[in-house]
């Protein structure tokens, strides 16, 4: 299973714990920079893009970032290796943001960042004709990982990036061709990919330094959290397509140990999706609990989380035959980052941003013949966003 996201946000927490007391070192506003780029088991696992770009940070506070990065990728220009969701040359766009802790030497963030990439040269319709036609094909995209600093000077910073960048292909037109009935048109399902992320760069910092923030008078833990929050899952359903769920729930969060806590959610997906297969359909329940570790600095607290969970659909095919629609859960990994904004001292905005890896179990099925076959496991990434108010004591 692709855990990547969870080992990268414990590193992160980890980090967090051991530099909380370091003396924070003032910052610009603005930050330039160029990097290069390695996206390994790109496009769907068929290739490793590599490229070079420029990234421009607006730094809000010492802990708290605007960061966007533009993307050239050099690899993988050919048409011929063309693919009705991508081919020819990748670009990535990416904006969100970075929190986490700045020491004198070094600093550490938790990062999250929706974008684009694209593709110059992806198959059209055309092509089922003989021709080679392509267009250029477009994905949202979500970066999560870490991004770690070291200044070797108070201009320098030398950078490095490591996480998961998550590829929304959608439902494309494959091809089409003349019938007695007209046009036919085979479209190409949708997937989520998943491919690591690479990234060294060195930046300049622009501008007049702005002087150390003092702590606010609220950052402090308090012992327990609720909440309710919006949540927005992309995922694969069936062989059918990629949608967007959206939902609604709460959470609820214990602070039981200094920089460690219970994380719980629970969100409920009203949308009701009529088709089915043997592991999924329906609507959705979803359940998380585990642990999230990190820390809180001035009116910013950064976590990064590990639970897993169970997500339950509604209707399932169970028996072919009789045609007997029964629910059915599978197991739920949610791993990524939270950051918190503390408004008050008794309230707070969460914006949670992860990869919720569904393992759909295997199951035992009556087929239209009567026989019982075994479908077997399969593990799928998923994007999920949540924002959400709540209330701390």
């Known amino acids: 299973m692709k855990l990547r996201a ?11 714990v051991l530099g909380y007391t370091a003396v924070a070192q003032p910052v610009t506003r603005s930050e330039v920079g ?31 970032g605007i960061d966007s990065e ?20 990748a670009s990535l766009v990416l904006l969100g943001l970075k929190a986490g802790i700045r020491a004198q030497r070094y600093g550490v963030f938790f990062r999250a960042a929706p974008g684009a990439m694209s593709f110059s040269d992806a198959l059209t319709s055309a092509s089922i004709f003989g021709s080679h036609a392509t267009t250029r094909r477009t994905h949202a995209v979500l970066g999560l990982g870490i991004a770690s600093e070291f200044y070797p000077s108070s201009l320098i910073v030398l950078r490095l990036d490591a996480g ?20 036919a048109t085979v479209s190409s399902k949708g997937s989520i990919g998943a491919p690591s992320y690479l990234s060294v760069g060195a930046a300049f910092r622009l501008g007049s330094f702005r002087p150390t923030e003092g702590a606010a008078p609220f950052p402090e833990s308090q012992r ?13 359903r069936s062989a059918q397509t990629v949608r967007d769920e959206s939902a609604v729930g709460g959470w609820f969060t214990w602070n039981f140990y200094p920089h460690l806590d219970f994380d719980s959610s629970i969100t409920f997906f009203p949308r009701q999706v009529r088709f089915v297969d043997f592991q999924q359909g ?7 609990a585990g642990v999230r570790s990190g820390i809180r600095r001035g009116r910013i607290g950064v976590f990064g989380k590990f ?20 629910p059915f859960g599978n197991l739920a990994f949610d ?41 077997p496991a399969f593990t799928r990434s998923t994007i999920q966003l949540t924002s959400g108010f709540g209330f701390r004591w």
């Open 34 to 64: 160029i990097n290069t780029a390695i996206l390994p088991s790109n496009r769907l696992g068929s290739f490793t893009d590599v490229g070079i770009g420029l990234r421009y940070t607006y730094n809000i506070s010492s802990n708290l």
């Open 335 to 375: 791993a990524g980052g939270i950051i918190e904004v503390y408004t008050s001292r008794h309230t707070l905005l969460r914006f949670d941003a992860g990869n919720t890896i569904i393992h759909y179990r295997a199951r035992s099925t009556v087929g239209f013949d009567g026989i019982t076959t075994k479908v």
């Open 224 to 236: 327990f959290q609720i909440g309710g929050q919006y949540s927005l899952l992309t995922l694969e």
């Open 6 to 16: 969870s080992a990268l946000s414990f590193t992160l927490a980890c980090i967090l």
């Open 70 to 89: 533009v993307d050239s990728y050099l690899t993988n220009t050919n048409p011929v290796q063309a693919n009705i969701q991508f081919g020819g040359r």
């Open 164 to 183: 998961t960048l998550l590829v929304r292909y959608g439902s494309t037109p494959e091809f089409s061709f003349p019938t007695f009935a007209g046009i």
């Open 282 to 288: 329906g609507r959705i329940f979803q359940a998380l």
């Open 307 to 326: 639970r897993p969970g169970l997500q339950l659909y509604t209707l399932t095919v169970q028996n072919q035959q009789t045609q007997k629609l029964t």
